[in-house]
């Protein structure tokens, strides 16, 4: 079965310095899709940032980037220039062949003013 | 915007009772899914439906069923409610085909006292 990792259940970073949220899976099959979703306090889970794994290039949207290494099954999540507005529970999930997410355990970002 | 709704934020219910978590999606998606968080655990899937009137078991179906009578409509139901059912229910939906995103309601915080 395949497994999600976050090492890391909470991090801090100071507003405008980047922050890097580590992921890491296991998994035997070739062809999957792996995601990044945030949750603010008290507000829904929306989806940050996705990465097809066929594809070699790292996805990037705005202020957040992917690092991702097939080899070393490592998905981390880099958040440039921090906002108050990305405090939030990040979620790392993966999916293989099936329409099921398998989600890490979460890690709590706080952004320091 | 995908709307993902469910029909109470809050619920306080007690050991034995049956509980009826509905959820409720405008974008016209095939798939939909419950979900249970809890603390250091990440989200687990309970269940998920493909179509109307099809479903599948998650990772953790036991103590509870659910329904699909209409495509917008997914209900999440726990025959006989316990202590340990006490958590935060999250619904998704997505459409085809696979490894689309997936968009989440509100959550449903349940206490069972």
């Known amino acids: 079965a395949q497994t999600v990792t976050q090492s890391q259940p909470e991090m801090s970073v100071q507003e405008a310095e980047t922050v890097t949220l580590s992921c890491t899976y296991d998994t035997s099959e070739s062809d999957y899709y792996l995601f990044w979703y945030k949750q603010p306090p008290s507000r829904q889970m929306i989806l940050v940032i996705r990465q097809e794994a066929y594809k070699q290039q790292n996805a990037t949207e705005n202020r957040f980037s992917v690092n991702f290494q097939k080899a070393a099954k490592s998905f981390s999540l880099k958040i440039s220039d921090s906002q108050l507005g990305d405090a939030a529970m990040y979620f790392c999930a993966y999916q293989g062949g099936s329409e099921k997410l398998v989600f890490g355990k979460g890690m709590k970002l706080t952004v320091n003013p | 915007d995908v709307k993902v709704t469910q029909s109470s934020r809050y619920l306080v219910k007690r050991t034995g009772e049956k509980v009826f978590l509905e959820c409720v999606q405008d974008m016209d998606h095939e798939n939909m899914f419950w979900y249970r968080q809890d603390p250091g655990l990440g989200l687990r899937l309970i269940y998920f439906s493909y179509d109307v009137k099809m479903k599948e078991k998650g990772d953790i179906p036991e103590g509870y069923s659910v329904s699909r009578e209409k495509k917008e409509r997914f209900s999440l139901i726990l025959e006989s409610a316990s202590t340990n059912q006490t958590s935060m229910y999250l619904c998704?939906?997505?459409?085809?085909?696979?490894?689309?995103?997936?968009?989440f309601g509100p959550g449903t915080r349940l206490l069972v006292l």
């Open positions: 998704a939906s997505s459409p085809p085909p696979r490894r689309q995103t997936q968009y």
